[in-house]
């Protein structure tokens, strides 16, 4: 019978890792946890604006039917037209909630209230449907009824006899923009796109949420 001689070289248990695959592994990971991250920013900026919408479409509903709880011609007065709007937004000194120059620009609340300027003596501030004042801390959503004038052009007097003709129905272009306002403080708030910091530009509202619904009032 031949010897029983052992190996030359014991066998060794399973391999651990070297200290390079360790170092690989954490950058791998440190580099996918930097893209996880990267990505949670405009997740979370995505989801607000989504909310946002959602708040503006309910805004848009309520402006609906503060319109139909107002005579014609008052609601008619708060229709401007796109020439008007297009040259408040080219003004940098554009001041939206200067209601003694701009009576016509509406403010809602984020429950969706309505607030329409008064320009009554002793007024002369935004209300909602229940006569309640709209402060500016409450002022979330800027609203501007914008005439459609491809549906409803202007009318204009008949050559002949200078008769306007009579609106019945006007279709609208509700603009939507936010924040109109933001809370600094409890009951403070700064107006959105306003320079504090002074500038030549006062207020910058091309940084501001849009979107607009259509509508119409009628007769």
Do not use: C
Request: proline share 7%; charged share 20%.
């Amino acid at each position: 019978m031949r010897a029983h001689r052992p190996d030359s070289f014991p066998r060794r248990g399973p391999a651990g890792f070297s200290l390079i695959e360790v170092i690989a592994a954490v950058v791998i990971f440190a580099i996918g946890m930097i893209s996880v991250l990267g990505l949670y920013g405009p997740l979370t900026k995505s989801v607000a604006a989504v909310s946002d919408t959602d708040a503006a479409a309910r805004v848009a509903d309520a402006v609906r039917s503060r319109l139909r709880m107002l005579p014609f011609e008052q609601a008619l007065a708060l229709v401007q037209d796109p020439s008007a709007v297009a040259r408040k937004d080219a003004d940098g000194a554009y001041n939206p909630n200067d209601g003694a120059r701009h009576p016509a620009v509406m403010f809602a609340r984020a429950d969706g209230e309505v607030g329409i300027y008064d320009a009554a003596q002793g007024r002369r501030a935004w209300f909602s449907s229940t006569g309640a004042r709209l402060l500016d801390a409450d002022k979330a959503f800027e609203l501007d009824l914008i005439r459609n004038e491809t549906l409803s052009p202007k009318p204009v007097a008949d050559a002949a006899t200078g008769v306007t003709p009579v609106e019945l129905h006007v279709a609208y272009a509700l603009r939507v923009r936010w924040p109109a306002f933001v809370q600094t403080a409890p009951g403070v708030a700064v107006q959105g796109g306003q320079n504090t910091s002074g500038g030549p530009v006062p207020f910058d509202h091309g940084r501001k949420g849009v979107v607009y619904f259509s509508g119409v009032i009628s007769r």
